[in-house]
């Protein structure tokens, strides 16, 4: 199984400044036929779903934010909130889509305000 | 846009089996070569992938739950449905369908999802 850790657990970042958070795979996510990093980052606010905020590491869905990037690749990956807005107040989490038959989320971060 | 809606009991008796339904709406379940996944969140903690069905019938499910998982699909009623049995507290959480486009995808589509608590 691919282990995912976050760090940190939890981080409060005043309102415009950056928040940055951890992912580490315990086995790389790097397919080398496509050269795609098997990586995802969700935003999950209380009573919600997990809404998809990046795929393959790096790529933004549609409609989200650019202050929103990823980064990182192999088994080290970063979320960066360049400028955190209140409704960024949230868990976020990162998956691994690499390895079937488990697809494995990391233990989430929790973003609040300074 | 496709939807999902998660529905059945709110409450399971020990020892029994839980059963939910997922209904895909805006859209065909069998269109878009979409992977029909559940996924569970105890309260408080962090998200576990439970398995997930292929319209074509094809499943695969978590190691750790395999021996008591199963996931259908009913394409004529754009559905896919989840049975879990011999349900324990530890099985308490909020279940969630997402839809993830092609085999080896993000989450992309998500229902809002149902709790189910475990308890006699």
């Known amino acids: 199984d691919i282990v995912m850790t976050q760090s940190p657990d939890s981080l409060a970042v005043s309102l415009g400044e950056r928040a940055t958070i951890n992912c580490k795979s315990s086995?790389?996510?790097?397919?080398?036929?496509?050269?795609?990093?098997?990586l995802a980052w969700y935003q999950q606010k209380p009573g919600q779903p997990p809404k998809l905020l990046i795929y393959?590491?790096?790529t933004r869905e549609s409609g989200v934010p650019d202050r929103f990037s990823g980064s990182g690749s192999g088994t080290d990956f970063t979320l960066t909130i360049s400028s955190l807005q209140a409704e960024d107040v949230a868990v976020y989490y990162c998956q691994q889509y690499y390895s079937t038959p488990l697809f494995t989320f990391g233990p989430g971060t929790k973003v609040d305000i300074k | 846009q496709v939807q999902l809606q998660e529905s059945g009991p709110g409450l399971v008796k020990p020892s029994q089996t839980l059963s939910l339904t997922c209904t895909v709406s805006?859209?065909?379940?069998?269109?878009?070569?979409?992977?029909w996944s559940w996924i569970r969140q105890p309260a408080g903690k962090g998200l576990e992938w439970i398995g997930r069905i292929y319209t074509s019938g094809s499943t695969n499910y978590n190691p750790s739950l395999k021996s008591r998982v199963t996931i259908s699909v009913d394409t004529s009623k754009n559905q896919f449905s989840l049975k879990l049995s011999s349900v324990t507290a530890a099985d308490t959480a909020v279940y969630y369908c997402a839809g993830a486009k092609g085999g080896y995808n993000a989450f992309d589509i998500w229902g809002q999802g149902t709790m189910v608590t475990v308890s006699s």
């Open positions: 805006g859209g065909s379940i069998s269109s878009g070569s979409y992977y």
């Open positions: 086995q790389s996510v790097l397919y080398s036929s496509n050269n795609k990093n098997y």
């Open positions: 393959w590491a790096s």
